[in-house]
């Protein structure tokens, strides 16, 4: 099976730099991915990780330890419409589907 | 338009009533997902199609049930509907060997 943990809540302020963790634990491996979801909307893709080190896409960064099962997403330059919530995503080696964590609702403050 | 539609955006129906979700894409994929979405629970995959042919389950199955009609067409069914099956509902696509997951704008039921 596979399961996931990530930190319910954070508030950061606007401008700053938030990191949200995510610690897996999953009988095989093919990656770690991130979603956001702003309040009555979808889950929108952020990123993929399937080896280890940093990927950045803009303000956004990634990162995946494979021997730790651990990973990050990075927010900098925090802007207020960076408020949501933020899934991390497992897929297993052998299952084609994805698992998520129970979400991290962020709050960015002025 | 959305390439993932699903429909009704909101639902409000009775115990034990039947009551049929539908989710259509536009984007060609063959991969098509339902998830159900609790405050504080994450996503959770109640059932996942790999084509027409293919229908499996999810973490939480029990009390739904799917159709897979057409590749751009997958159904979620709940026979008899009870109060805790109150939720929003996601539909979502992907393609083999990507990891990206498009998903539909949801579908709030609540059973009463």
């Known amino acids: 099976g596979q399961s996931l943990e990530q930190p319910s809540e954070v508030t950061a302020v606007e401008g700053a730099i938030v990191q949200i963790n995510c610690t897996y634990q999953?009988?095989?491996?093919?990656?770690l991915s991130w979603y956001q979801q702003h309040d009555g909307g979808a889950p929108t893709f952020l990123s993929y990780?399937?080896?280890?080190g940093l990927e950045e896409t803009g303000r956004f960064s990634s990162f995946l330890s494979r021997s730790d099962s651990y990973g990050y997403l990075l927010l900098q330059e925090l802007q207020m419409k960076d408020s949501a919530s933020y899934f991390c995503?497992?897929?297993?080696?052998?299952?084609?589907?994805?698992?998520f964590g129970k979400g991290t609702k962020l709050s960015v403050i002025p | 338009d959305a390439d993932v539609t699903q429909t009704p955006r909101n639902r409000i129906t009775k115990t034990g009533k039947r009551i049929m979700l539908e989710c259509s894409q536009t984007k060609g994929h063959d991969r098509m997902y339902w998830y159900r979405q609790d405050p504080g629970l994450g996503l959770r995959l109640i059932y996942y199609?790999?084509?027409?042919?293919?229908?499996n389950k999810g973490e939480i199955s029990d009390g739904y049930s799917v159709s897979r009609q057409a590749q751009a067409k997958f159904s979620l069914s709940l026979e008899s509907a009870i109060p805790n099956q109150t939720a929003l509902y996601f539909c979502?696509?992907?393609?083999?060997?990507?990891?990206?997951?498009?998903f539909g704008q949801g579908t709030r039921l609540t059973v009463v």
């Open positions: 979502a696509t992907s393609v083999p060997g990507h990891t990206e997951a498009f």
């Open positions: 990780n399937a080896l280890d």
């Open positions: 999953t009988s095989g491996f093919y990656g």
């Open positions: 199609s790999f084509d027409v042919k293919d229908i």
């Open positions: 995503a497992v897929k297993g080696a052998g299952s084609y589907q994805l698992t």
